[in-house]
Nanobody, 127 residues
Framework: QVQLVESGGGLVQAGGSLRLSCAAS????????MGWFRQAPGQEREIVGG????????YYADSVKGRFTISRDNTNRTVYLHMNSLKPDDTAVYYC????????????????????WGQGTQVTVSS
């Protein structure tokens, strides 16, 4: 089992940057595929991206590709979401999640693939 705690959210102007962190408990963190999701008010939760157990493979939603970067540090049991060129449309609560089993690439993009979730951190981008 793993517990996840996100941090780093806040208020930023359009065009700015933020780095979110997701700290995990448990010694098995390196076995989990990790994902970042977000949910805006009145919207469904949507994928931001995912990262393989080693960090060697990273996947992004088209809406953030080229602006956001996901990385992980297995030694410190942390996964990061670096967000650049932020837009007001990026305003949402951001969640990290851990998946024990992902068989195919498309699984990274489905919330149902993930077994554990953090509590979320708010990101607000002002215009």
């Amino acid at each position: 089992q793993v517990q996840l705690v996100e941090s780093g959210g806040g208020l930023v102007q359009a065009g700015g940057s933020l780095r979110l962190s997701c700290a995990a408990s448990g010694r098995t963190f390196r076995r989990y595929k990790m994902g970042w999701f977000r949910q805006a008010p009145g919207q469904e939760r949507e994928i931001v991206g995912g990262v393989s157990v080693t960090g060697g493979s990273v996947y992004y939603a088209d809406s953030v590709k080229g602006r956001f970067t996901i990385s992980r540090d297995n030694t410190n049991r942390t996964v990061y979401l670096h967000m650049n060129s932020l837009k007001p449309d990026d305003t949402a609560v951001y969640y990290c999640a851990a998946a024990q089993t992902i068989y195919v690439l498309s699984d990274y993009y489905s919330a149902r693939s993930y077994d554990y979730w953090g509590q979320g951190t708010q990101v607000t981008v002002s215009s």
